[in-house]
Nanobody
């Protein structure tokens, strides 16, 4: 059974950076579609960034373009989300997700496996 465990969340000041990690076990995610999602209090979950199993062009939500970067390290079986120039509106619980069907590389699709989430709070 695939398990995903996020880490790296925390409290950061506006303008700061965080790197979220998502360690995987139970399967090698080399060719899985992967994604990062977030859910703020009182809001629906939204796709932040996703990429296909062939690491094609990544998708980014308009609100994070130019600030966030999705990546994976196959040797470590780990997914990452580098978040720079953080804003208070980025505050949310962030979830990683993975699915064995490589395509499409968008967030508007089904993901079979989900992590438990990590809290990111951007505040001064």
């Amino acid at each position: 059974q695939v398990q995903l465990v996020e880490s790296g969340g925390g409290l950061v000041q506006p303008g700061g950076s965080l790197r979220l990690s998502c360690g995987a076990s139970g399967a090698t995610l080399d060719y899985y579609a992967i994604g990062w999602f977030r859910q703020a209090p009182g809001k629906e979950r939204e796709g932040v960034s996703c990429i296909s199993g062939s690491d094609g062009r990544p998708y980014y939500a308009d609100s994070v373009k130019g600030r966030f970067t999705i990546s994976r390290d196959n040797a470590k079986n780990t997914l990452y989300l580098q978040m720079n120039s953080l804003k208070p509106e980025d505050t949310a619980v962030y979830y990683c997700a993975a699915d064995p069907f490589r395509y499409p590389g968008t967030c508007n699709r089904h993901f079979r496996h989900w992590g438990q989430g990590t809290q990111v709070t951007v505040s001064s």
